[in-house]
Protein backbone atom coordinates (compact mmCIF):
# COMPACT_ATOMS: atom_id res chain seq x y z
CA UNK A 1 0.00 0.00 0.00
CA UNK A 2 1.44 3.47 -1.22
CA UNK A 3 1.64 6.06 1.57
CA UNK A 4 0.51 8.52 -0.98
CA UNK A 5 -3.00 7.00 -1.80
CA UNK A 6 -6.21 8.15 -0.04
CA UNK A 7 -7.93 5.96 2.66
CA UNK A 8 -11.83 5.98 2.84
CA UNK A 9 -13.21 8.03 6.18
CA UNK A 10 -13.70 5.90 8.46
CA UNK A 11 -17.80 5.41 9.55
CA UNK A 12 -18.70 7.52 12.42
CA UNK A 13 -18.57 4.65 15.30
CA UNK A 14 -20.57 6.14 18.16
CA UNK A 15 -23.87 8.61 17.48
CA UNK A 16 -23.46 12.12 17.85
CA UNK A 17 -26.00 14.31 20.33
CA UNK A 18 -26.29 17.85 19.70
CA UNK A 19 -26.07 19.64 22.79
CA UNK A 20 -25.28 23.34 22.82
CA UNK A 21 -24.61 23.57 26.81
CA UNK A 22 -21.90 25.57 28.37
CA UNK A 23 -19.02 23.63 29.89
CA UNK A 24 -15.59 24.69 31.38
CA UNK A 25 -12.42 23.53 29.99
CA UNK A 26 -10.10 22.56 33.15
CA UNK A 27 -6.31 23.59 32.64
CA UNK A 28 -4.24 20.88 34.55
CA UNK A 29 -1.26 22.10 35.88
CA UNK A 30 1.79 20.27 38.01
CA UNK A 31 1.38 17.49 39.42
CA UNK A 32 -2.43 17.29 37.93
CA UNK A 33 -3.38 20.46 39.91
CA UNK A 34 -6.15 22.20 38.35
CA UNK A 35 -6.75 26.23 38.51
CA UNK A 36 -7.12 28.09 35.21
CA UNK A 37 -10.71 27.46 34.00
CA UNK A 38 -12.52 28.83 30.63
CA UNK A 39 -16.25 28.85 29.48
CA UNK A 40 -16.94 27.00 26.21
CA UNK A 41 -20.12 25.67 24.54
CA UNK A 42 -20.20 21.87 24.15
CA UNK A 43 -21.80 21.82 20.53
CA UNK A 44 -22.37 17.63 19.97
CA UNK A 45 -21.29 15.13 22.12
CA UNK A 46 -20.44 10.83 21.62
CA UNK A 47 -19.55 8.63 24.10
CA UNK A 48 -16.01 9.08 22.71
CA UNK A 49 -15.75 12.91 22.55
CA UNK A 50 -17.42 16.35 21.69
CA UNK A 51 -17.04 19.43 19.75
CA UNK A 52 -16.17 22.33 21.57
CA UNK A 53 -16.60 26.23 20.51
CA UNK A 54 -13.97 28.51 22.21
CA UNK A 55 -12.94 31.75 21.48
CA UNK A 56 -10.73 31.43 18.57
CA UNK A 57 -7.47 33.65 21.05
CA UNK A 58 -7.11 30.87 23.54
CA UNK A 59 -4.49 28.44 23.56
CA UNK A 60 -5.61 25.38 24.23
CA UNK A 61 -3.50 22.60 25.87
CA UNK A 62 -3.42 19.05 24.34
CA UNK A 63 -4.92 18.14 27.30
CA UNK A 64 -7.34 18.51 30.21
CA UNK A 65 -10.46 18.74 32.18
CA UNK A 66 -13.59 18.90 30.54
CA UNK A 67 -16.87 20.16 33.00
CA UNK A 68 -20.28 20.11 31.89
CA UNK A 69 -22.09 22.76 34.09
CA UNK A 70 -25.31 21.00 36.06
CA UNK A 71 -23.13 18.05 36.25
CA UNK A 72 -20.37 18.03 39.16
CA UNK A 73 -17.80 15.69 37.21
CA UNK A 74 -14.87 15.88 35.58
CA UNK A 75 -13.81 14.46 31.93
CA UNK A 76 -10.51 13.80 31.39
CA UNK A 77 -9.84 15.05 27.41
CA UNK A 78 -7.29 15.45 24.46
CA UNK A 79 -7.52 17.72 21.82
CA UNK A 80 -7.82 15.86 18.48
CA UNK A 81 -8.41 18.95 15.52
CA UNK A 82 -8.63 22.75 16.00
CA UNK A 83 -10.36 24.87 13.34
CA UNK A 84 -10.81 28.36 14.40
CA UNK A 85 -13.50 28.58 17.44
CA UNK A 86 -14.28 24.28 17.30
CA UNK A 87 -12.81 21.69 18.96
CA UNK A 88 -12.78 18.51 18.54
CA UNK A 89 -11.63 16.29 21.27
CA UNK A 90 -11.46 12.70 22.55
CA UNK A 91 -12.17 11.52 25.70
CA UNK A 92 -9.47 9.77 27.67
CA UNK A 93 -12.03 7.07 28.17
CA UNK A 94 -15.52 5.99 26.89
CA UNK A 95 -18.56 7.66 28.63
CA UNK A 96 -20.69 5.38 30.94
CA UNK A 97 -23.84 5.37 28.38
CA UNK A 98 -26.34 5.90 31.62
CA UNK A 99 -24.05 8.78 32.27
CA UNK A 100 -24.46 10.47 28.73
CA UNK A 101 -28.67 9.84 28.63
CA UNK A 102 -28.41 11.78 31.83
CA UNK A 103 -26.25 15.10 30.26
CA UNK A 104 -28.91 15.01 27.30
CA UNK A 105 -31.92 14.78 29.72
CA UNK A 106 -30.51 17.27 31.58
CA UNK A 107 -30.42 19.51 28.63
CA UNK A 108 -34.01 19.21 28.00
CA UNK A 109 -34.97 19.89 31.24
CA UNK A 110 -33.34 23.34 31.39
Known amino acids: MHL ?32 TQVRCLIRTITLAGAVLEVSPSLEMPSHFFLEILG ?3 EIGATVVKREDELVTISFNMLLNPEFLHHVLRLSFET
Open 4 to 35: DTEHPKPERAYREFNLDRPGNIIFVGHHLSTG
Open 71 to 73: IHD
